[in-house]
């Protein structure tokens, strides 16, 4: 008896989710608990594990399409069950071969356009076939299908796409006629001129969602600082092999700032408050979001009870979430919630940004590159290691003293740091 492959509860309010990668394809084997599909919301992508061994039977919904939670995206087998066992016909569209461009809601879906019945069987096309056939605006019929049964692959969609475009030939009746045009003034002769669509992730549907609405909701004001780094330096190259030795990650600036952004927090606690009109929500935990690239675009995870941790946790927790970001692992609560946000642009090169605060928090601290610069130490100008910061905060709950405060007690911290030693 086949098995339903349903989508399942990926977190609270979320009813629809897009189909991300088929990690097994129709007729593939999978033993108990393997992952064989990805499901991507607009928080994190999760894994579909098979719920028996057994083989793939069918596949209803392709890669790039969505589906609402509960519904069936496809069919397996059960390990020993007879060959050939007839498979639920499900109410399938017919396979992709065009991109069609709908308006819908404010914003561009990309759907497909159904293809007529031929009179004789089309080779099925596969699902990651038909993703790469779409997204370059391929027919499924200019793929030359080379898998069991003639099924269109992958790989030979790939092949497909590469392949140089043939001109189509004229009647017999039309004899070809070499026409010359004047060239436009100023216009290019060379270089590509293609377009593509791709369809917009959920996750980078929802970052633009909430980088508008901090936007529209929150009264933004960023103020500038910058801070020597000299101190921090110093005390990363003396301890780090230590560190490193006995804490298996390495002592890196990021725990320097975390660390001092809560002593600051706790000096100028409006940063780390709320705005829930008609009240203004004060907290005395520091749940500290970092920013990290992740394979489907910027999350950002949250230290939660930062104040808590010390600087060999803050590093492990840091260095942990960077490499589950990048393979899309990261835990749906492991990305909500968070009272204020660490975005540290300096590691791609950045020298000064206005990062936007994700809501509802009240403030964001951005990061940027070190640069060697002369500066003025006691009457002489001498060459320092300088970093600019940024703070983004809402103006509705936080002041222009108290944001100023924040940032130049986060760069006294940092000059210092031995002041997050003596808590002072």
């Given at each position: 008896m086949a098995i339903e492959l349903k989508?399942?509860?990926?977190?609270?309010?979320?009813?629809?989710?897009?189909?991300?990668t088929w990690k097994k394809r129709e007729g593939d084997g999978v033993v108990v608990d393997e992952p064989i599909v990805e499901i991507e919301s607009d928080k994190a992508t999760v894994e579909l594990p098979a719920p028996v061994a057994g083989t793939v039977s069918r596949v209803l919904k392709g890669s790039g399409e969505r589906a609402r939670v509960g519904e069936v995206i496809g069919y397996m087998e059960p390990a020993g069950a007879a060959a050939g066992a007839a498979t639920p016909a499900p109410a399938a569209p017919a396979p992709q071969t065009t991109v069609d461009v709908k308006r819908k809601e404010g914003r561009t879906d990309i759907g497909s356009v159904q293809m007529a019945p031929p009179a004789t069987q089309a080779p099925r096309v596969m699902p990651a076939a038909a993703r790469v056939l779409g997204e370059a605006g391929v027919p499924a019929g200019a793929a030359t299908g080379t898998g069991p049964g003639g099924r269109v692959t992958k790989s030979d969609a790939v092949a497909a796409v590469s392949r140089p475009a043939v001109p189509a030939a004229l009647p017999p009746a039309v004899k070809p006629a070499a026409v010359t045009l004047p060239a436009a003034r100023g216009a290019a002769v060379a270089g590509s001129r293609e377009e593509r669509y791709v369809l917009i992730s959920p996750i980078r549907q929802r970052i633009a969602e909430r980088l508008v609405e901090a936007q529209q909701q929150a009264a933004l004001l960023t103020t500038f600082n910058e801070v020597d780094m000299s101190a921090v330096m110093g005390l990363r190259a003396k301890f780090k092999d230590v560190f490193q030795e006995r804490h298996g990650a390495k002592l890196g600036f990021m725990s320097f700032f975390v660390r001092a952004a809560v002593e600051a927090l706790r000096a100028v606690p409006q940063v780390n408050a709320e705005f829930r009109a008609p009240h203004i929500v004060y907290r005395d935990y520091c749940d500290i979001g970092i920013a990290v690239g992740g394979g489907k675009g910027l999350v950002v995870p949250v230290l939660r009870n930062a104040e808590?941790?010390?600087?060999?946790?803050?590093?492990?927790?840091?260095?942990?979430?960077?490499?589950?970001a990048a393979d899309n692992k990261l835990k749906l609560e492991e990305l909500q919630g968070g009272t204020f946000t660490i975005s540290n642009g300096g590691v791609y090169g950045s020298m000064m940004s206005t990062p936007i605060i994700n809501p509802p928090q009240s403030g964001i601290l951005g990061l940027h590159a070190i640069?060697?610069?002369?500066?003025?130490?006691?009457?002489?100008?001498?060459i320092r290691p300088m970093m600019y910061l940024a703070l983004t905060y809402d103006h509705r709950l936080v002041d222009g003293r108290e944001a100023v405060t924040f940032l130049k007690r986060i760069k006294d911290t940092i000059e210092d740091p031995t002041r997050l030693m003596l808590e002072v």
């Open positions: 989508v399942p509860e990926v977190g609270e309010s979320i009813t629809e989710v897009m189909i991300g808590a941790m010390s600087f060999a946790q803050i590093e492990l927790a840091i260095n942990d979430f960077a490499k589950r640069q060697d610069r002369p500066m003025a130490v006691n009457g002489q100008v001498v």
